[in-house]
């Protein structure tokens, strides 16, 4: 006994792909199959929304100590940072925040650190760009546990250090 089988998707000679036919027959064959079927289109509007919103970048620069070679770098450091947000058609601008002449062996006494994290909470920063892991925190515990809170963050929050080509969000 020979069964006769009825292909669920066949091609056309038409215009349209091959992807849109098959989705048409199945639907088709669905629909014949349950009345009471229902198609649900994709919201192309909404997603389209979201893919124009720009990223909210900021800079964080930051030396330890204030002599004139560290000022050098500092300024230096500030500079790239802004000309790098700006340049990029895909971020809005969300700032610089700097410490000057502060270590970075514990986070309490870096006001600009503190602010930009709090930025972050606020919702007005997507990502961080710095030069290093050693300018962001020379405290591992601090840089890790830094660096959790903000990727828990909804949105996520992620640091870019430009040094060692590391995103915390990949």
């Not at 292909?7 to 014949?32: C, D, F, P, W």
């Not at 919702?123 to 546990?145: H, Q, Y």
């Amino acid at each position: 006994m020979e069964e006769k089988r009825t292909a669920l998707v066949t091609r056309k000679s038409n215009k349209t792909g091959i992807g849109q036919r098959n989705r048409e027959q199945i639907r088709e064959a669905y629909s014949t199959a349950n009345p009471n079927l229902v198609v649900i289109p994709v919201k192309e509007a909404d997603k389209a929304a979201k893919d124009t919103r720009k990223m909210r970048v900021c800079g964080y620069c930051r030396v330890s100590t204030e002599t004139e070679e560290q000022q050098g770098s500092f300024e230096l450091q500030i500079q790239e940072a802004e000309k790098q947000i700006k340049e990029n058609p895909a971020w809005d601008f969300a700032g610089i925040y700097a410490d000057e002449g502060i270590s970075a062996t514990s986070v309490e006494r870096r006001k600009e650190f503190l602010r930009m994290i709090e930025d972050c909470k606020a919702g007005k920063i997507d990502l961080i760009i710095t030069k290093s892991v050693s300018r962001f925190a020379r405290n591992l515990v601090d840089c890790i546990s830094t660096i959790r809170l903000l990727k828990n963050l909804t949105p996520p929050v992620g640091i870019y250090f430009e040094n060692d080509r590391l995103n915390t969000l990949d």
